[in-house]
T-cell receptor
């Protein structure tokens, strides 16, 4: 069965650079969630989209923005990167009315 | 906001022994409850979930969890541990009655299985 695809899997950036993370949900899933998992931490909700509209917002820094496109894939844009942004970024998808979120393998971002 | 507490950041058991991972939630209205497993360098995989109905929920890989409203708990168990169960386990909740669906995670429990 098709799963959530995230790219790239690994990304190394320097401070103050920008990064773009991509997420391709499971086919026919219309909702995308983004989570950030710092080293040794639990995943923290960042933002979600339903039918290309932002549906919920969590502890996402103002330096970050995200959107969902017409094909339902989503991108998380991160600017002015800081060392503290080093983390594993997960994308999850679900279909409307269903509670289960299916997670991608994550993108490991390292900021040096 | 929801709060999830997982007692014990590390649990070690021998192969064949009972696995018990503890999870408590804080809300007065029982949320939807989930257990996810994370293997090294991989994403989160759903083990099981409780939404409504029978309070004992069976999941994949022989795991089960029981929702106890009086104790605000959703502990995860497996009768006999296997080496392949070694991983990090996260309890998560989402608000009942909300369509937004964001998950609130506990801090995770690292399970080690000794031969």
């Amino acid at each position: 069965a098709a799963g959530v695809i995230q790219s790239p899997r690994h990304l190394i950036k320097e401070k103050r650079e920008t990064a773009t993370l991509k997420c391709y949900p499971i086919p026919r899933h219309d909702t995308v969630y983004w989570y950030q998992q710092g080293p040794g931490q639990d995943p923290q909700f960042l933002i979600s989209f339903y039918e290309k509209m932002q549906s919920d917002k969590g502890s996402i820094p103002d330096r970050f923005s995200a959107q969902q496109f017409s094909d339902y894939h989503s991108e998380l844009n991160m600017s002015s990167l800081e060392l503290g942004d080093s983390a594993l970024y997960f994308c999850a998808s679900s279909s409307a009315g269903h509670l289960t979120q299916y997670f991608g393998p994550g993108t490991r971002l390292t900021v040096t | 906001a929801q709060s999830v507490t997982q007692l014990g950041s590390h649990v070690s058991v021998s192969e064949g022994a009972l696995v018990l991972l503890r999870c408590n939630y804080s809300s007065s209205v029982p949320p939807y409850l989930f257990w996810y497993v994370q293997y090294p360098n991989q994403g989160l995989q759903l083990l099981l979930k409780y939404t409504t109905g029978a309070t004992l929920v069976k999941g994949i890989n022989g795991f089960e969890a029981e929702f106890k409203k009086s104790e605000t708990s959703f502990h995860l168990t497996k009768p006999s541990a296997h080496m392949s169960d070694a991983a990090e386990y996260f309890c998560a909740v989402s608000d009942r009655g909300s369509t937004l669906g964001r998950l609130y995670f506990g801090r995770g429990t690292q399970l080690t299985v000794w031969p």
